[in-house]
């Protein structure tokens, strides 16, 4: 059974920090594609940051424009695990954060239903 578990979440003010870790058990994701979405109450759930390995400690990455310059995508792949790092936090930052693995075509990578597995979401709330 495979399980995406994150952990990290929690009550911050803006400026501040949070890392967001994403274990996963039941199949390792080496050269699959993970990912960082994010839902806000009332919106749709929205791409924040992929991360794929493409070759010996080379990975590719891509962010939403908005988390430019703030968050870091990174894995462990010995450790089967996913990290944001968020930096300089927002208020509009305030969701709740879901990591997903899987293998879409890298047009459509942004696109949550190309991937196939997803956590079960941890908190994010940054205060003003």
């Known amino acids: 059974q495979v399980q995406l578990v994150e952990s990290g979440g929690g009550l911050v003010q803006a400026g501040g920090s949070l890392r967001l870790s994403c274990a996963a058990s039941g199949r390792t994701f080496g050269s699959d594609a993970m990912g960082w979405f994010r839902q806000a109450p009332g919106k749709e759930r929205e791409f924040v940051a992929t991360?794929?390995?493409?070759?010996?400690?080379?990975?590719?990455?891509d962010y939403t424009d908005s988390v430019k310059g703030r968050f870091t995508v990174s894995r462990d792949n010995a450790k089967n695990t996913l990290y944001l790092q968020m930096n300089s936090l927002k208020p509009e930052d305030t969701a709740v954060y879901y990591c997903?693995?899987?293998?879409?075509?890298?047009?459509?990578?942004?696109?949550?239903?190309?991937?196939?597995?997803w956590g079960q979401g941890t908190q994010v709330t940054v205060s003003s």
């Open positions: 997903a693995a899987g293998s879409p075509p890298t047009q459509r990578i942004r696109l949550s239903y190309e991937y196939d597995y």
């Open positions: 991360i794929t390995w493409i070759g010996t400690n080379t990975y590719l990455t």
